[in-house]
């Protein structure tokens, strides 16, 4: 048997009301209002496809982080590297090691699904445990509808042969140069064409051609189907292609729509992870993904998917909100407008990429030192041990503080020193059990921090080198949330 | 077992420049202003020093790097020149150099200067540079206010105190500060503020506002150094002799290892207890009759007269606003106006402190002169409370 093994998602936390979008467009965009309802999920400054990739994996990685994963596959549109494989760092950034297979997987509104079908080719091979991550934030004209269409948004999954919740049943995939949209090459922005055309000469012909031969591979009935996962922003596209296929429109997972967006190549992982979270065993999941032809894939769920543990996935995501009503505030994070940043921010952020090499497991990894001697753990791993009643040199292995829970030990909100998002929160961490970092502080508000407040650490961007094109990655500590917490205090609330 | 510093060497002359935003001058108008006023208080020409120290913090805002600055500026007549950088504790460093040149008989004549040069950045508040390859891409993004406002969270934490008294203590110290500044003609800032502007003044770094905050200013201090012998006998009288130089510096505890709350400055505490016992100090509180300390922010004024062994842990909120540390308190503080009113030039500053001890001892500080001090005491405190140098120097009156 080959299949999922786990899954896990990331949203971001902010979520841009669509209101604001449409109030600020109606001048010249009145049209716009009609797509005016909900929100869409929209990355802090410091978030993009690569950090939000990251997380999704940690909550896939959940409980099983000793596990071996002998790959990395990323499906993205909107990676931050275009010469610098992005799944490399992120397998850096996870602690995979470097004995992994790591590829990116692009240039396709299919890409999330193209790279989960590598992987479960490669365990139809006998590779067992990779890890696959869809992440895309995809960037639109200020007053295009996409922008009120999109949203920001990561899913993963492990791909193998043990442990499986959701078994493969079978797949296919058509590849048609059907071009509703493309994006060249250093252009910034997708070129779009007609809606009509888009959805009754392609969605509507390719999509059901590409899900009735999956059906057939995978030995299934129509009407065995329990959730088809398919989402498109073109009006009620979805539902004619359940109804063509003879699948009851109620068989339709959400589209996430109203909540999160459009979040492009991670959005049919994302609906097969919101599927996933609360599919019982023996329910059949379809889900297929439009972009140059489609991909179609056909799970089955088993008894195992009541044994994996919790983890944050798309409910406890969409729980972790918080609502932004300043679309200014969404311009500026995504570049849109040209802002004074202040003489501050002109600090030249050249990276040495030599030292970026030889701290790599530092840097992207938070890998500190336990001293060998003395116990104490501590961030960076040094020559000498830095309990002063040791000091013992050369005695530290490797210790990863990623995952360790702290607690805030000093703070500050500063308005002076230069944030995209001011003012700019940090202070000491302590980690439990040890060691300590002077840490920036991410996804806080305003009023909210106070000393011994529990803290995640999670992987961000840190400075952004406009000069050069590079960003540099590194961990921050974030507000810690509990999904269970937040599962029953809404069930309280109802 | 080493005997020390005290009384070795005493302080021939002294001079200090106007701080301020001084946008007419060079570093080299700074440093010869307040060299020929130093000079001039020694009595002696400049081919008679033998050695010179430097002292300048941030090297690429117009002063420069080595010891050529200085020598160019100064005309020194290619005698040894240093250049030292040790945060805001340049300045102390400068003249630990040349004192302990002096003390330890290699010459007989030495030359501190501090000189610092701010206000070519083009907006306020001390430079952003670069951190340095690695730090840069882990240490936080922070700046100096955010530093030490730190201090504020964990001081609150540890001793229960609520926000609102622990500001009305921090206003009360920036209050005083301005009151002093306002009798000093060299001083940068000479308004005196209401603990109200201080305490409705627009936010820096939660829970510093503006009042909390030093000025930022361009300046230059110096001090010829010899021994007491030598002075005498260029017919000096009332010398003042240095009594204890100290110097502690972060390893990285603070920062790395599990112990350190955030409240206090580990550094300050070793280099004071240190400095005490160098002077022969035994109860600090009542033998230290004028402190200047490095009040970057409000708050660490606070914290640090707890970590200089002269307020209780714990009491300096009392002490505060007691008045004890006010221009009639029992142990005036910032008598200058401090880094607060005075300002500060960062590589200057340590030797500005210096020189006020010295007019002071000497009887000579005009509308802020204290009555009869005999013990001076500076601090500097340079870098982040998580990790930073601390200078504690103590100078006194010379029975000898």
Sequence with gaps: MIGLTAFGAYIPRLRLSRRSIVDAHRWNQPGLARLGKGERAMCNWDEDSLTMAVEAARDCLEGMRDSAVPAVYLGSTTLPFEDRQNAGILGAALGLGEDVRTADVTSSQRAGTSALMAALEAARGGEGGSLVVASDQRRTKAGAAQELQFGDGAAAFTVGREGVVARLLGMHTLSVDFVDHYRGANREFDYNWEERWIRDEGFLKIVPRAISKALADAGVEAERVSRLILSSTLPRAAEKVAGSLGIPADRLADSLHAGVGEAGTAHPPLMLVQALETAGPGEVLVVASFGQGCDVLVFETTEAIAELPQRRGVQGSLARRREESNYNKFLAFNGLIEREKGMRAEVDNQTALTQLYRRREMLLGLVGGTCDVCGTRQFPKSRVCVNPNCNAMNSQSEFRFSEVPARIVTWSADHLTYCPDPPLHYGMVQFDGGGRIFANFTDVDVGSVEVGQRMRMMFRVKDYDDQRGFRRYFWKAAPEFAPQAAASASAAGE | ?400
């Design chain 2, 1 to 400: 077992m080493a005997s020390g510093i005290k009384d070795k060497v005493a302080i021939l002359g002294m001079g200090c420049s106007n701080f301020g935003e001084r946008w007419d001058c060079d570093p080299e108008d700074l440093m010869v202003e307040a060299f020929e006023e130093c000079l001039g208080d020694a009595g002696i020409e400049t081919r008679q020093i033998e050695a010179a120290w430097l002292a300048t913090a941030i090297e690429e805002i117009h002063v420069g790097k080595g010891g050529l600055p200085l020598s160019f500026g100064l005309r020194l007549p290619y005698i040894p020149v240093t250049r030292v950088e040790n945060f805001c504790a340049s300045g102390s460093e400068a003249l630990r150099g040349a004192v302990y040149a002096v003390a330890s008989g290699a010459c007989d004549v030495a030359l501190a200067l501090g000189v610092e040069k701010l206000k070519d950045t083009g907006y306020g508040g001390l430079p952003q540079r670069s951190r340095g390859v690695l730090n840069s891409m882990w240490w936080a993004n922070y700046s100096a206010p955010g530093a030490f406002a730190q201090l504020a969270a964990a001081y609150r934490a540890k001793h229960g105190i609520a926000v609102d008294e622990l500001k009305r203590a921090m206003a009360h110290v920036s209050v005083k500060s301005h009151e002093n500044g306002a009798k000093n003609p060299k001083a940068h800032l000479r308004n005196r503020i209401t603990e109200e502007k201080v305490l409705d003044a627009p936010m820096v770094a939660e829970p510093l506002g503006i009042f909390d905050c030093c000025g930022v200013s361009d300046g230059a201090a110096c001090a010829i150094v010899t021994t007491p012998e030598i002075a005498k006998s260029l017919g000096k009288t009332d010398l003042v002799t240095v009594k204890a130089l100290q110097l502690s510096v972060s390893n990285g505890v603070e920062s790395g290892y599990s112990s350190w709350d955030g409240s206090h400055f580990m550094t300050a505490r070793i280099a004071s207890r240190k400095a005490y016992e160098e002077a022969g100090i035994k109860d600090p509180r009542a033998e230290i009759s004028l402190a200047e300390v490095h009040d970057c922010f409000s708050i660490t004024e606070l914290v640090t007269m707890e970590d200089l062994h002269l307020s209780p842990e714990g009491g300096g909120v009392k002490d505060v606003l007691d008045g004890f540390y006010d221009a009639d308190g029992g142990l005036p503080c910032q008598i200058d106006g401090g880094l607060k009113c005075f300002g500060h030039p960062i590589g200057a500053s340590g030797l500005r402190m210096l020189y006020e001890m010295y007019l002071q001892l000497q009887g000579r500080a005009g509308d802020r002169q204290v009555k009869d001090p005999k013990f001076g005491l500076t601090h500097n405190l340079g870098g982040a409370p998580h990790q930073n140098v601390c200078s504690v120097a103590i100078v006194g009156s010379y029975d000898g």
